[in-house]
């Protein structure tokens, strides 16, 4: 980075600080990863010096065509992993690919049902302060409190009494496999179109790992990050039926030319997503998830669920004293990063609940097993029971030093 250094040295520090505290510090947000440096290097590209409004073979700017070769490489790609009739790779992200989605099937005050923020949903599937709550009727269905999962059964009969137009499967903090069965027929049953909003889970889907929604969805949205492992980006995927209708509302619906870097970063990540050692990886992300998990209900936590069966798990606090916002302060003060969240039935308020959410699926990229993730559960356990005691988030913080340099993340070999 010679010529950034050169430039504008501000942002270059900016950016070796966070390749440092990528590398020192482990990563345990649910929605983060590590890119290969295939991936980053396709992000980094040439390829955003073009501009390109329309589809491949219909632009409306000459000089496309290695733009075409590109965003065919990643539909083609993408259709493969995945076994879907139509892919769209322009979606800026997951909130703008849902947002199509609805503007495709909607029309403003249509009625949508998603699963609740507080019960693990995404502010996109009709949260208040999302533009799909204030543009869309936004019904939620809710986690039981005892169980912490889904009853299919008040799901059905709640969607029979509203009768949405889209009935979205989907989460952001939900650690179960959702039964897309189900979500199949009471979509059928009360007239819905099914959305599945697979942006956590499309890595363990494109791994064999995980179910796939792909058999039971009209549309389905990821983002291209998380398990998925590519570039911040998302695609839309659809039933040939829908091709048109979920095209016409990306360009020119809601957004005008795509992120030509993106696209090329997309297609080297669904190249990655279809190898041997992809499957290897998603099957180890499940591995780690479950090892961390059971560590730490070995250890007095209250997991929602009481376990995970994806990549992701979220404990309750409240039996341990400690609100989630304070405990993950304390956690990044000692290198184990992750968030607070919300947990249902919350008593607390969202910037500060009683939750904390953490994920597998990074530490899985720098080739943690499961002897790593019982280390950290144990850590996690004493800087929680410890979390007014700077001394003990230094030490733990340069054990996860040490333990970080002897495996190097991708794209960041160079730091070790």
């Not at 609740?116 to 409190?145: D, M, N, Q, W």
């Not at 398990?227 to 048109?244: D, F, Q």
């Not at 500060?352 to 499961?370: C, H, L, N, Q």
Request: proline residues 4%; neutral net charge.
């Amino acid at each position: 980075m010679k010529h950034l250094k050169q430039q504008d040295p501000e942002i270059y520090e900016c950016i070796q600080l966070e390749e440092l505290r990528q590398h020192e510090k482990v990563r345990l947000i649910a929605s983060e990863n590590y890119v290969s440096a295939a991936v980053m290097e396709a992000t980094g590209s040439v390829l955003t010096n073009k501009y390109s409004e329309g589809y491949v073979g219909k632009r409306y700017y000459e000089g496309q065509q290695l733009i075409d070769r590109v965003e065919a490489l990643a539909i083609e790609r993408a259709k493969t992993v995945f076994g879907v009739d139509h892919v769209n790779v322009q979606p800026y992200s997951g909130s703008p690919a849902n947002l199509s989605v609805f503007l495709a099937f909607l029309n403003p005050g249509d009625t949508i049902l998603g699963m609740a923020l507080p019960h693990g949903g995404h502010l996109t599937h009709g949260a208040k302060v999302s533009i799909s709550g204030k543009y869309f009727h936004a019904e939620f269905y809710s986690l039981e409190r005892e169980s912490g999962q889904l009853d299919y059964d008040k799901l059905r009969s709640q969607a029979l009494s509203c009768r949405p137009k889209i009935l979205i499967a989907g989460y952001s903090a939900y650690p179960r496999i959702l039964d897309f069965e189900r979500f199949r027929a009471i979509a059928d049953e009360c007239g819905a179109l099914l959305l599945v909003d697979m942006a956590h889970f499309a890595g363990l889907v494109a791994g064999g790992v995980h179910p796939s929604p792909v058999p039971y969805a009209d549309v389905l949205t990821t983002t291209t990050h998380k398990t998925l492992r590519g570039p911040r980006g998302a695609m839309i995927m659809c039933k040939a039926e829908h091709a048109a209708a979920i095209d016409k509302a990306v360009f020119p619906g809601t957004q005008g030319g795509p992120h030509n870097h993106t696209t090329a970063a997309i297609a080297v990540a669904m190249k990655e997503a279809g190898t041997d050692a992809f499957k290897q990886y998603a099957a180890q992300i499940l591995r780690n998830a479950k090892t961390l998990a059971d560590t730490l209900i070995s250890r007095g936590f209250n997991l929602v669920t009481g376990g995970t069966e994806n990549h992701l798990m979220l404990i309750d606090l409240t039996n341990k004293g400690i609100s989630g916002k304070t405990a993950a302060q304390a956690l990044d003060n000692a290198g184990l990063v992750l968030n607070c969240n919300a947990v249902p039935f919350d008593t607390r308020k969202p910037f500060d609940p009683s939750g904390i959410r953490m994920g597998s699926a990074a530490v899985t990229s720098r080739g943690f097993k499961e002897a790593q993730m019982e280390q950290i559960g144990v850590w996690i356990d004493t800087v929680i029971q410890n979390h007014t005691d700077t001394a003990v988030q230094a030490r733990v913080a340069a054990e996860v030093k040490e333990l970080c340099s002897t495996f190097p993340a991708p794209g960041l070999e160079h730091l070790v």
